[in-house]
């Protein structure tokens, strides 16, 4: 595993339950602010099991993308549920309140 998905892993490890972060957040965090689709490659990298809560990462607008699963699987229900089951709640539209979950860490 290379050095930017290391650091994508540990930032994502630090988000606490009911809290999310974009991949575009977390690319600047990692000092590839152009990079947020690649954040999303180190996000699919995580192996099941691991404990990363790779569920808490969500676009700029407040969606779940499509992720896919290394199998091909999509996963977006799945990170539904996990993202309600911490007490975030959706919108009518799909989004979540950015406002109100987003966490904002200074390193």
Same mark, same amino acid.
């Given at each position: 595993?290379?050095?930017?998905?290391k650091?994508?892993?540990?930032?994502?490890?630090?988000?606490?339950?009911?809290a999310?972060?974009?991949?575009?957040?977390?690319a600047?965090?990692?000092?590839?602010?152009?990079?947020?689709?690649?954040?999303?490659?180190?996000?699919?990298?995580?192996?099941?099991? %691991?404990?990363?809560?790779?569920? @808490? +990462?969500?676009?700029?607008?407040?969606? $779940?993308?499509l /992720? =896919?699963?290394?199998?091909? !699987? %999509?996963?977006?229900?799945?990170? @539904? +549920?996990?993202?309600?089951?911490?007490? $975030?709640?959706? /919108? =009518?539209?799909?989004?979540? !309140?950015?406002?109100?979950?987003?966490?904002r860490?200074?390193?």
């Amino acid at each position: 595993m290379g050095d930017f998905f290391k650091k994508v892993h540990n930032i994502v490890a630090m988000i606490p339950p009911g809290a999310v972060m974009t991949y575009g957040q977390i690319a600047i965090m990692v000092g590839s602010p152009r990079a947020s689709r690649s954040v999303g490659y180190a996000l699919r990298a995580v192996p099941a099991g %691991d404990g990363i809560p790779w569920h @808490r +990462v969500v676009n700029s607008k407040g969606e $779940i993308s499509l /992720r =896919k699963t290394l199998q091909g !699987d %999509d996963d977006r229900s799945l990170q @539904r +549920v996990l993202l309600e089951s911490e007490g $975030i709640v959706f /919108r =009518k539209s799909g989004r979540i !309140d950015l406002k109100k979950y987003q966490i904002r860490f200074v390193l």
